[in-house]
């Protein structure tokens, strides 16, 4: 396809998607996200050969939340490698993103990196040999240097307004450090991970920052090795199987490309060797994925023939 025929697939997207009625509730427990308007759509696609095509609200930075934690994975796993797997599984958790049943029946070590108890063992890794604030920093800019933009910020509103109301997810985090596999005071890796959370990027912003997976670990602008191909390929599968709570089944099923989903609507997006792709809508359905974000990508990578399974 060329770069006009993308344009059109996206630009047909983006209009079907602002025309339909049935767009999913914003997620309220957080209560800035509450506010956030129900009636936008974007969506950007970072192609391998270096072009980057967007339409519809492609521009307006919005709360990536659980979109971070591939980011703090790939951190976590550079600094202490497998080791981070004799503390949180990889099997999908067939339970909601925040569930505390599991984790009792497993001795504290959360099913996956991307259930809200895997990231927080993540960040926890992330935060180890640094003052809060240092590994607050080190992700940013992390994250910043993949999309090379260093405009990409923490809204420190949503941070607090989490902060104030994460009472579950304290509750993970105390029984976890009952457990030993959260190594901090629980509030300061929470602190952390409630800011990760916040930060807000654009859709064209995502889309660029998850380009090294769509690279086999490569930061395309620097030929720099974020990570091995090995590891980008075993980052991808995890997406791919956890990456949308106890809907990544019905979403590998529907779109089948590695994923990851966040409750403010943001969705990346992975082909390997071809794209990186990043939607957003702030409406989600009932397992808490963007309603239309998944349609969209449904509908994208059937237009491009976009399949890890295809033959
Ligand atoms: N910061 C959110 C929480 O911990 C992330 C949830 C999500 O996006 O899945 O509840």
């Known amino acids: ?7 059109t697939v996206l630009a047909d997207i ?7 009625p049935d767009r999913g509730e914003v997620a309220t427990y957080i209560p800035q996200l509450a506010k956030v308007d129900v009636d936008q759509f974007g969506i950007a696609v ?17 709360s990536i939340q659980s979109v971070s934690k591939v980011f703090t994975l790939t951190l976590a796993l550079g600094k202490i490698g497998d080791t981070l797997w004799k ?15 599991q984790l009792e029946h497993e001795h504290g070590i959360p099913r996956n990196p ?9 960040t926890d890794v992330v935060l180890a040999g640094h003052e809060p604030r240092e590994a607050i920093g080190e992700i940013l800019r992390f994250i910043q240097f993949l999309a090379d933009d260093e405009t990409i910020y923490i809204d420190r509103e949503v941070a607090a307004s989490e902060q104030a109301t994460g009472y579950r997810n304290v509750a993970l985090a105390n029984y976890m450090r009952s457990f030993g596999n959260i190594t901090h005071a629980p509030e300061l890796s929470l602190g952390v991970y ?5 930060i807000a ?20 602008a620097t030929g720099h090795s974020v990570v091995s191909a090995e590891r980008a390929r075993r980052i991808c599968a995890l997406m791919l199987t956890c990456g949308h709570y106890d809907g990544s089944g ?18 990346l997006g992975v082909v390997p060797g071809e794209a990186s792709v990043a939607v957003w809508s702030p409406g989600l359905n009932s397992s808490g994925n963007s309603q239309l974000g998944s349609i969209a990508l449904e509908k994208l990578a059937k237009a491009m023939n976009w399949s890890i399974f295809a033959a």
């Open 1 to 7: 396809m060329t770069a006009a025929d993308i344009e």
């Open 14 to 20: 983006a209009a079907e998607m602002a025309a339909r």
């Open 46 to 62: 970072a192609m391998n050969d270096g072009q980057l095509i967007a339409s519809g609200d492609a521009d307006i930075p919005f």
């Open 87 to 101: 503390r949180v599984g990889r099997e999908p958790s067939g339970n909601p993103f925040n569930s505390i049943v």
């Open 114 to 122: 991307f259930i809200n108890a895997g990231a927080v063992v993540v």
């Open 194 to 198: 409630y800011h990760h959370c916040a």
């Open 201 to 220: 990027m654009s859709c064209r912003q995502l889309a660029l920052a998850g380009r090294f997976l769509a690279h086999g670990g490569r930061h395309p």
């Open 250 to 267: 019905d979403f590998a099923f529907r779109v089948g490309i590695p994923g990851k989903s966040g409750v403010g609507g943001g969705i």
